[in-house]
């Protein structure tokens, strides 16, 4: 070891010494002058950003912009970079010393939810002549980043915050478009290429400039208003009951002959499918829509369809079938239905019973004024009545209706109801007298006949004729009154009958009752005869009981034959008295039916008896056959009606009178 190198360590070593002894003695001393020289070092070398800011980087020393008068700058170039510091720490060091750039904070900025951020460029290359808006800043796929224009740029800034350099890129806010619902936006593209000249509606990402096809539903959007126009119109609403009828604006001409068009074709005009009740965001500048009513086919009717397109129908075929043109044969039944009026024409046809008047009173039938039928009779006169026809159309026979006959229930009626009614009304009274049509035999038959003669005519034409009712016939008066007069004499003729069938009829009634009473009245009578017979029967037996008893009881033969005797004797004495007890109860039962006879009972048999007798005679007062007042009934007076018995000899009715006089 050199004598130099000894001196060295010597020094080392005392240094190492004094350093030790200083950090023993002065360690506060120490702790502050290494935080300084930290915090000198780190303030030489960081930059610390604040949250919601960013960092504006000034590069105070580089190369010249190769772009002549350009102050945002690459990396390496003098002027303030386009990039900028975000919130947080940044170090500058070794090649990049902090010393060597200016860096000012600056606030980011803050986009709310019902505007956007217009960005314009300060700096970048010049926009060709004609535009308005700048181009974006892009990367290649090398990586080489290349500046956009300078100028309004077409992105715009959404709501949020966002770290723009303000000495690069100016913000200003503007209103974003906010479409309310039951609205669309048509978007109006400001800017692009020229495009061609078949080409009404510019697609979306198309580029050119122009009405753009895609519309903006309801909401809230960010457009750039130098790049886009929004304007708003109303949806198009379908309320219920309604259909839509789409007419295409854009597309190619359709083929001749064409009536619809399809919704997804090339094809402009009127489009085959429609559309139904709802809300639609339609454009107005590529469909028109024009709202009409449903058809609607209430109860009580048919739709009858006309198809409007379609292959054309088979000569001599009347009616269309599914995919041809004309009346088709399918009907539709009572309902809604959302047809396109431009393919199928629908007639509600009425099929309800239809009620026809021709009647003589103004204003009370179909037709104003007198609209009775009137007709020669064949003697001459003229006959006058009212005609009532129910009729009706099936359903399924109603094309072939409208095909034939006419678009409604009226043209039916008067083509094919009312000539044929009063033709054959005509026809058929014309072969009747006029005094015939007075009684109801004939009208009735004429009625017959005109129901069927207009029912066969109806038929072939598909018509269902219900029923036919004619009423208030009318005659002259010189034919009516002597017919009239006649008839009623007839009536009171039968009135007469009537009246003498009614009081033979009350006869016999009162004779049955009077048979009743009669017969109750000999029930009575019997059963008292009966009953005094039993009486009798009862009081023997008793006898007899009683002295066999006595003969039993009797003791030797003088006392039984003595006994025996006088039973004999009670016995026949006592059988004499029933036989009288007997006697009188017979007795008094012919007494009770003579006395009957000569009640007020007998009386009404002898009326009924009387009335038998006078069948068919004409009836006279009592006074006129009896007379009135006293008298014996001799000669050629009066006779006199004493009493019951007096009538029955009179008309011979004496059997009982004679086996009264015998009993008594």
């Known amino acids: 070891m050199t004598e130099k190198q000894m001196i060295s360590d010597d020094v080392k070593k005392r240094a190492v010494k004094s350093i030790g002894s200083f950090l023993s003695t002065k360690p506060v001393i120490f702790m502050i002058i290494i935080f300084l020289t930290g915090y000198v070092f780190l303030s030489a070398i960081m930059v610390s950003i604040d949250p919601g800011h960013v960092g504006v980087v000034f590069s105070k020393f580089g190369r010249t912009p190769e772009v002549e008068g350009r102050f945002i700058v690459e990396k390496g170039e003098k002027g303030y970079w386009r990039e900028v510091l975000l919130p947080g720490r940044h170090f500058f060091w070794m090649g990049e010393s902090l010393w060597k750039y200016d860096i000012t904070e600056e606030p980011m900025i803050s986009i709310d939810s019902q505007h956007i951020g217009l960005v314009e460029a300060l700096d970048g290359t010049v926009m060709p002549p004609g535009e308005i808006l700048a181009t974006e800043d892009v990367t290649d796929e090398k990586g080489v980043f290349h500046m956009g224009g300078k100028g309004p740029r077409r992105e715009v800034l959404k709501p949020g915050l966002h770290p723009v350099n303000p000495k690069y890129l100016k913000v200003s806010k503007y209103p974003a478009v906010v479409i309310p619902e039951g609205k669309i936006g048509v978007v109006i593209r400001k800017t692009g290429d020229q495009p061609p000249d078949n080409m009404v509606l ?70 085959q499918e429609v559309m139904q009740p709802g809300m639609y965001y339609i454009n107005p500048y590529d469909r028109e829509v024009k709202v009409v009513p449903a058809v609607i086919i209430p109860d009580g009717f048919v739709g009858v369809q006309i198809a409007k397109t379609g292959k054309s129908k088979t000569a001599g075929q009347l009616l269309a079938k599914p995919g041809e043109r004309g009346i088709l044969e399918e009907t539709l039944p009572p309902g809604m239905y959302y047809l396109n009026p431009y393919e199928y024409e629908i007639i509600a046809f009425d099929t309800r019973e239809q009620r026809y008047e021709m009647t003589k009173d103004s204003g009370a039938g179909d037709t104003e004024g007198d609209d009775a039928i009137h007709f020669l009779s064949d003697d001459g006169f003229m006959i006058q009545f009212d005609l009532t026809l129910l009729y009706q159309v099936k359903a399924e026979d109603a094309p072939m209706i409208v095909a034939t006959v006419g678009r409604d229930i009226t043209t039916v009626r008067d083509k094919k109801i009312r000539p044929p009614a009063r033709s054959f009304a005509r026809i058929i009274g014309s072969k009747n007298k006029g005094e015939e049509f007075i009684h109801g035999t004939t009208r009735e038959k004429f009625q017959t006949d005109l129901h069927n003669a207009v029912k066969e005519e109806c038929e072939e034409s598909k018509i269902i004729i219900n029923q036919t009712l004619v009423r208030h016939f009318e005659v002259p008066v010189e034919l009516r009154t002597p017919i009239t007069q006649r008839v009623i004499a007839f009536k009171l003729e039968d009135q007469y009958k009537q009246e003498q069938n009614t009081q033979k009829a009350n006869a016999e009634l009162s004779r049955q009752k009077q048979l009743v009473v009669f017969e109750s009245e000999k029930v009575k009578a019997e059963t008292i005869k009966i009953q005094a017979v039993i009486a009798a029967e009862q009081q023997r037996d008793e006898a007899e009981i009683l002295m066999a008893k006595k003969k039993f009881e009797a003791e030797g033969d003088a006392a039984k034959k003595k006994i025996d005797a006088e039973a004999v004797l009670y016995a026949a004495r006592k059988e004499a008295e029933g036989i009288e007890a007997r006697l009188m109860a017979e007795a008094k039962g012919q007494k009770a039916m003579v006395e009957a006879w000569s009640g007020s009972g007998a009386q009404y048999i002898v009326a009924a008896k009387l009335a038998e007798v006078m069948q068919g005679a004409q009836l006279l007062p009592l006074e006129t056959l009896f007379g009135g007042g006293g008298g014996n009934g001799e000669g050629n007076g009066p006779i006199r009606y004493h009493n019951t018995m007096d009538l029955l000899n009179f008309f011979n009715i004496n059997k009982l009178t004679e086996k009264n006089e015998n009993r008594e």
């Open 202 to 271: 510019v697609p979306r990402d198309s580029g050119y400039r122009g009405i753009q096809q895609e519309i903006i539903p309801p909401g809230t959007n960010y457009f750039n208003p130098l790049a886009l126009k929004v304007e708003q119109v109303p949806a198009t609403v379908i309320e219920k009951g309604q259909v839509g009828i789409v007419t295409k604006k854009v597309g190619k001409v359709p083929p001749p002959g064409t009536i619809l068009v399809s919704r997804d074709d090339e094809f402009q005009g009127i489009q």
